[in-house]
């Protein structure tokens, strides 16, 4: 499986970015998809994940601000953020679970300027 993301970038405090995930290779068996991040000097975090059956959680620092969504072949995942604050600064990651095996992207930089 082949994770490339897109959409980071750089946006002013209360801004919104929307990322976007999009998977390639043998996805059928993945059943839990999702978003991390990490910020400098820090281990990287859990923001979002969603079940094929559509089900999500969400760290608490971005409830009711952050939106996870999948297509309907798995292929695509995205990540709406709104209200965003420098906190929120840090390369997020897509993430998907196989059977036996966890995959990641290659990550894409969010900066939020105060």
């Known amino acids: 499986v082949q994770l490339v993301e897109s959409g980071g970038g750089l946006v002013q405090l209360g801004g919104s970015l929307r990322l976007s995930c999009a998977a390639s290779?043998?996805?059928?068996?993945?059943?839990?998809m999702g978003w991390y991040r990490q910020a400098p000097g820090k281990q990287r975090e859990l923001v979002a994940l969603?079940?094929?059956?559509?089900?999500?959680n969400y760290a608490d620092s971005v409830k009711g601000r952050f939106t996870i969504s999948v297509n309907n072949t798995k292929n695509t995942v995205n990540l709406q953020m709104n209200s965003l604050n420098p906190e929120d600064t840090a390369v997020y990651y897509c993430?998907?679970?196989?059977?036996?095996?966890?995959?990641w992207g290659q990550g894409t930089q969010v900066t939020v300027s105060s």
């Open positions: 969603i079940t094929s059956g559509g089900s999500t």
């Open positions: 993430y998907y679970r196989g059977r036996k095996t966890d995959y």
């Open positions: 290779g043998s996805i059928f068996s993945v059943t839990v």
